[in-house]
């Protein structure tokens, strides 16, 4: 089963922030929290990943809250090309499972 | 990103036969390798966790004899699937991950059983 909780969909205006939340009050200690979407029939693709403090690279940022129980994905400025299905999973080591995700949608 | 290799991308097969899949780690040594099934607008479901020479760990309601896991190196993983049947028809993915690390996934296989 899933650890985390995802709205089932979102819009963003093109070139706008796209802030996309998950819950996950049930993380334990040892449990990263990664995001990946998926474009259409394609494999995941790795976004970002994170254990307490805020992380940043070229793709996106991640904010967790400092009791680490959600977390925000947030697309800078988001293209048409960013539409996708977004997944949070909290895992550890050998456990990687996937929840509904949030469709989101970015409109011109 | 590190680079995951799954072949084939489609395959049709008769019902009754046999279907191999691979999922090749190409610029990394995977310790752990995921395999995942997904139907038309669902999310991914876990199948099988393998690690490096040690026999996969199934999820519940999984056949293992049907879903066959090879994990005999560090960057080559395959699942056969076997007898398969029109309901096995659906789009399986693969992922790797080094130890600790993120994972990345195949491009996945479209799977049709006629």
């Known amino acids: 089963d899933a650890k985390t909780t995802q709205p089932t969909s979102m819009d963003c205006a093109e070139g706008r922030a796209a802030n996309l939340p998950c819950n996950h009050s049930t993380i334990s200690g040892n449990e990263y929290v990664y995001w990946y979407r998926q474009i259409h029939s394609q494999g995941p693709q790795y976004i970002i990943h994170g254990l307490k403090n805020n992380e940043t690279n070229e793709m996106a940022s991640l904010i967790i809250t400092e009791d680490r129980k959600s977390s925000t994905l947030i697309l800078p400025h988001a293209t048409l090309r960013d539409t996708a299905v977004y997944y949070c999973i909290v895992r550890e080591s050998n456990d990687m499972r996937f929840g509904a995700g949030t469709r989101l949608t970015v409109k011109p | 990103g590190a680079v995951v290799s799954q072949h084939p991308s489609r395959v049709i097969c008769k019902s009754g036969t046999s279907v191999k899949i691979e999922c090749r780690s190409l610029?990394?040594?995977?310790?752990?390798m995921f395999w995942y099934r997904q139907f038309p607008k669902q999310s991914l479901m876990l199948m099988a966790t393998?690690?490096?020479?040690?026999?996969?760990?199934?999820e519940q309601g999984v056949e293992k004899d049907k879903f066959l896991i090879n994990h005999a190196s560090l960057t080559l993983s395959t699942l056969t699937v076997t007898s398969a049947h029109p309901e096995d028809s659906s789009f399986y993915i693969c992922s790797a991950s080094a130890a600790n690390t993120e994972a990345f996934f195949g491009q996945g296989t479209r799977l049709t059983v006629v």
């Open positions: 393998s690690n490096e020479g040690s026999k996969a760990t199934y």
């Open positions: 610029d990394f040594q995977a310790t752990t």
